[in-house]
């Protein structure tokens, strides 16, 4: 069945569309989530806390004066899917079309990426295993998350880099920065790649670096208006820079060190010691995985690696498609447990049933069941964690291993 999309131009476009209309009807259709009320309620505060925040204010004033609703944002939130009404449908629908538009991004850029460098059934299989994925239904059309927009940048900055538009790809990378931070742990990789592999003049990789404290500026910026308390609480415990491995160590404020940190040092000097690759994308996926193994492994931040798993599976060929399948299945998984079944303040589930109430039906009896069972809490979530951080951790050392056999073959003498 799957070859038939691959191979005709029309099925594929048509199985296209249909997801995208799918997963539009969804975005209008979800009960509102936690983090699109929080983002709701910086819009309350300031319309200048970084990009995603002016981009919502700005939806959710046009919304007001387009439908002249008397609805409020926390009518909106707290109400079930099932309950809303016409101008709450369109307010759920136009606060994730941002994160829609992304994804449609990502899956035309890796559509092009891939056609280039490989064949056109190739190419299309890419967009399918990006489209289609259960995973990124859920993060990106159903919760909304903005980190989607910052993988847009980043994969269309590796587009770039593989035709040598080094400036456009570093423009990426720092409106990357600017709005999310993440991509900066890149810098290291990308460079080594510039200098070895693409033989970029110091000038260019100059430009690279500079446009990225840019965006680290930018960035700054706006964080640094949610005031010095809420900063160092940031800092300290919520960016995915510098969040420690609560889940494996525990440490007092005054000694906290990340873990992240130390794994990413040795990955770059790792990088630099054994990484000869001639795809970009063989550095930069190790760093996501090291990252997401030590540090922040909420399920969300998964998005930021997700398109270059992708690659991976079809561009590259190492065939990796059990443990990425094992890692879409113990992302969601420890997802659902996680998050409370995917729980929204309207007490509906994103997979829209309803887990909070009286006279709940028999499923929905089962499932809070489940999340609040003594078994599922004590044994179930550590083991759903722990196998998660092994099969990441797992993916990043094969791809290792890879480096380390195309240093063997360069090194062995010819006969």
């Given at each position: 069945?799957?070859?038939v999309?691959?191979?005709?131009?029309?099925?594929?476009?048509?199985?296209?569309?249909?997801?995208?209309?799918?997963?539009?009807w969804?975005?209008?259709?979800?009960?509102?989530?936690?983090?699109?009320r929080?983002?709701?309620?910086?819009?309350?505060?300031?319309?200048?806390l970084?990009p995603?925040?002016?981009?919502d204010?700005?939806?959710?004033?046009?919304w007001?004066?387009?439908t002249l609703?008397n609805?409020t944002?926390?009518?909106?939130?707290?109400?079930?899917?099932?309950a809303?009404?016409?101008d709450?449908?369109?307010?759920?629908?136009?606060?994730?079309?941002?994160?829609?538009?992304?994804?449609?991004?990502?899956a035309i850029t890796?559509?092009?990426?891939?056609?280039?460098?490989?064949?056109?059934?190739?190419?299309?299989?890419?967009?399918?295993?990006?489209?289609?994925?259960?995973?990124g239904?859920?993060?990106?059309?159903?919760?909304g998350?903005p980190?989607?927009a910052?993988?847009?940048?980043?994969v269309?900055?590796?587009a770039?880099f593989?035709?040598k538009?080094?400036?456009l790809?570093?423009?990426?990378?720092?409106?990357?920065?600017?709005?999310?931070?993440?991509?900066?742990?890149?810098?290291?990789?990308i460079?080594?790649?510039?200098?070895?592999?693409?033989?970029i003049?110091?000038?260019?990789r100059?430009?690279?670096?500079?446009?990225?404290?840019?965006?680290?500026a930018?960035?700054?910026?706006?964080?640094?208006?949610l005031?010095?308390?809420?900063?160092?609480?940031?800092?300290?415990?919520?960016?995915?820079?510098?969040?420690p491995?609560?889940?494996?160590?525990?440490?007092?404020?005054?000694?906290?060190?990340s873990?992240a940190a130390?794994?990413?040092?040795?990955?770059?000097?790792v990088?630099w010691?054994?990484?000869?690759t001639?795809?970009i994308?063989?550095l930069?996926?190790?760093?996501?995985?090291?990252?997401?193994?030590?540090?922040?492994?909420?399920?969300?931040?998964?998005?930021?690696a997700?398109?270059?798993?992708m690659?991976?599976?079809?561009?590259?060929?190492r065939?990796?498609?059990?443990?990425?399948?094992?890692?879409?299945?113990l992302v969601?998984g420890s997802?659902f447990?996680?998050?409370?079944?995917?729980?929204?303040?309207?007490?509906?589930?994103?997979?829209?049933?309803p887990?909070?109430?009286?006279n709940l039906?028999?499923?929905?009896?089962?499932?809070?069941?489940?999340?609040?069972?003594?078994?599922?809490?004590?044994?179930?979530t550590?083991?759903?964690?722990a196998?998660?951080?092994?099969?990441t951790?797992?993916?990043?050392?094969?791809?290792?291993r890879?480096?380390?056999?195309?240093t063997?073959?360069?090194?062995?003498?010819?006969?």
């Open positions: 069945m799957l070859s999309f691959l191979r005709d131009r029309t099925a594929f476009l048509l199985l296209m569309v249909g997801t995208a209309s799918f997963k539009l969804l975005s209008g259709f979800a009960p509102a989530t936690d983090s699109l929080e983002m709701l309620r910086f819009v309350g505060v300031s319309s200048s970084g995603w925040i002016a981009l204010a700005l939806i959710y004033g046009l007001r004066s387009v609703s609805a944002a926390a009518i909106w939130w707290a109400t079930p899917p099932t809303m009404s016409s709450l449908r369109l307010l759920s629908l136009l606060l994730r079309l941002p994160s829609f538009v992304f994804d449609v991004g990502i890796l559509y092009l990426l891939v056609r280039e460098r490989a064949t056109t059934r190739q190419a299309r299989l890419v967009s399918l295993l990006w489209f289609l994925n259960p995973y239904i859920l993060a990106i059309e159903m919760l998350v980190d989607v910052v993988s847009f940048l980043t269309l900055a590796v770039f593989h035709k538009r080094i400036l790809g570093s423009v990426c990378i720092a409106a990357g920065i600017g709005i999310k931070l993440y991509p900066i742990l890149l810098l290291p990789p460079l080594f790649y510039c200098r070895r592999e693409l033989e003049q110091r000038r260019s100059l430009a690279l670096v500079c446009l990225s404290f840019l965006g680290l930018g960035y700054l910026t706006w964080v640094f208006q005031g010095s308390a809420l900063v160092i609480y940031v800092l300290t415990e919520y960016t995915p820079v510098t969040q491995t609560g889940a494996l160590f525990e440490y007092i404020m005054a000694t906290r060190i873990p130390v794994a990413l040092v040795l990955l770059y000097f990088v010691l054994l990484g000869r001639h795809q994308t063989d930069i996926l190790p760093v996501f995985l090291v990252y997401l193994t030590f540090s922040n492994s909420y399920p969300q931040y998964y998005v930021w997700m398109p270059f798993l690659l991976d599976i079809v561009l590259l060929k065939h990796h498609l059990s443990l990425l399948s094992a890692l879409v299945a969601l997802w447990i996680s998050s409370k079944g995917f729980l929204t303040p309207s007490g509906y589930s994103l997979l829209l049933i887990l909070q109430g009286s039906p028999w499923y929905s009896q089962a499932v809070r069941s489940f999340l609040e069972s003594s078994a599922t809490n004590s044994l179930l550590p083991l759903l964690h196998a998660l951080g092994a099969t951790f797992i993916y990043a050392i094969e791809i290792i890879f480096w380390f056999r195309q063997t073959k360069e090194s062995e003498p010819f006969h």
